[in-house]
């Protein structure tokens, strides 16, 4: 059964509406704001850490939370500005006017995108204090405290993780999340873009081990005898050595 953690004069109200149409079950857990101060209710912190509606869970469990992201409208800006000094560059040049105009907004540029670093890190250091409160209660991949971090930040997600490789060199984000040895892989693959700049990795989450899943028992057969091979050859070894450090 799913339940709705519903707050009064909420967003929630159209995750009601969209049950309603697809003709689901559900129940719902009624929070009222504040008549003074118009907040949520301690008892909603509970199922979210900043009191946030709407929440869906199932049997219990927090499953999803409606996340409405900032963006910093000034560093935007600043970006179409740099893209298009970067296309002009590209296909005609630039004066030598412009050049001295592109450095001077350089500067400013570099100014502003440090003090957003200065701030990202503070917010950084908040996520990591709500994910060691609240980590035990996330009872599925990436729950609501992941939910809670992205909302601090400009947030985006990309399926290509070759494109995640060259948004960080480009200087296009500053973060990416991502599995540490998938991106070191991709990180290698990745062409057209100076890749030998120095990387902060910042471990958010846990470790999460893997298991794998086999249809067949033969399949798992050969799979666990390869892989012994691969142990007593040494080749094993080698292959781990190539990683980056797990810390």
Do not use: C
């Not at 869906?56 to 469990?61: A, F, L, M, N, P």
């Not at 999340?177 to 890749?195: E, G, V």
Request: hydrophobic content about 30%; overall charge positive; cysteine-free.
């Amino acid at each position: 059964m799913i339940t709705v953690h519903h707050l009064n004069n909420s967003r929630s109200q159209r995750i009601l509406w969209l049950l309603e149409e697809l003709n689901a079950s559900y129940e719902i857990e009624s929070y009222s704001r504040d008549k003074v101060t118009n907040l949520a209710p301690e008892s909603l912190k509970k199922i979210h850490p900043l009191g946030k509606s709407p929440v869906i869970s199932e049997d219990g469990k927090t499953s999803g939370i409606v996340v409405y992201l900032k963006k910093d409208e000034r560093l935007a800006e600043y970006i179409k500005i740099k893209d298009k000094y970067f296309e002009q560059s590209n296909e005609t040049g630039l004066s030598k006017e412009e050049k001295v105009n592109y450095k001077k907004f350089n500067r400013e540029y570099e100014d502003y995108k440090n003090l957003y670093n200065i701030r990202n890190h503070q917010n950084i250091t908040e996520i990591r204090d709500v994910i060691s409160k609240y980590g035990e209660n996330a009872k599925i991949y990436l729950g609501s405290d992941f939910m809670y971090a992205v909302e601090k930040a400009k947030y985006r997600e990309v399926a290509d993780q070759i494109y995640q490789v060259h948004l960080l060199y480009s200087q296009r984000t500053d973060v990416v999340i991502a599995d540490k040895n998938i991106f070191m892989y991709m990180k290698n693959k990745a062409i057209h873009i100076n890749t030998k700049s120095f990387l902060t990795f910042h471990p958010i989450f846990k470790p999460s081990p893997y298991k794998m899943i086999f249809k067949k028992e033969s399949l798992r057969n050969d799979f666990n005898q390869g892989l012994a091979q691969l142990k007593a050859n040494g080749r094993y070894q080698k292959i781990l050595s190539r990683l980056p450090p797990s810390n």
